[in-house]
């Protein structure tokens, strides 16, 4: 008897993996100067706790943890948004690399936004 194959859904644990690599990437090329270093401190943190977050929550145990790490990946999702702009502003050249990575932030947060309005 053969295995039915399901549709292959897209997996947002491996986007926001995908996203996290992206901006560890963008940072790698990045020249080491007081302003980088610091915004680069920043843009990790942030991008790094969307798919920590994201996985916290679909490993919750109630709806309102669930709604609780939803809300905190929303909201470091804009906060790396933020943040890729601030490092676009240190360094010009960057606008090509920059620019499908903000775009990038800017979907999941509405993704996590859509999650918690389906989710109430």
């Given at each position: 008897m053969t295995e039915?194959?399901?549709?292959?859904q897209y997996d947002l644990e491996e986007r926001t993996l995908r996203f996290f690599k992206n901006?560890?990437?963008?940072?790698?090329?990045l020249p080491r100067d007081t302003v980088n270093i610091e915004?680069?401190?920043?843009l990790i943190r942030a991008t790094g706790s969307v798919g920590a977050n994201y996985?916290?929550?679909?490993?919750?145990?109630?709806?309102?943890?669930?709604n609780f790490r939803i809300r905190i990946s929303r909201k470091?999702?804009?906060?790396?948004?933020?943040?890729?702009q601030?490092?676009?502003?240190?360094?010009?050249?960057l606008k090509t690399?920059?620019?499908p990575l903000v775009k990038e932030s800017l979907e999941l947060a509405?993704?996590?936004?859509?999650?918690?309005?389906?989710?109430k």
């Open positions: 039915i194959q399901k549709p292959k901006i560890i990437g963008l940072c790698k090329k915004l680069i401190k920043q996985r916290e929550a679909n490993e919750s145990i109630s709806k309102k943890d669930l470091e999702a804009k906060k790396s948004h933020y943040w890729l601030a490092l676009l502003e240190a360094n010009l050249v690399e920059t620019d509405r993704i996590f936004s859509s999650i918690m309005i389906k989710t």
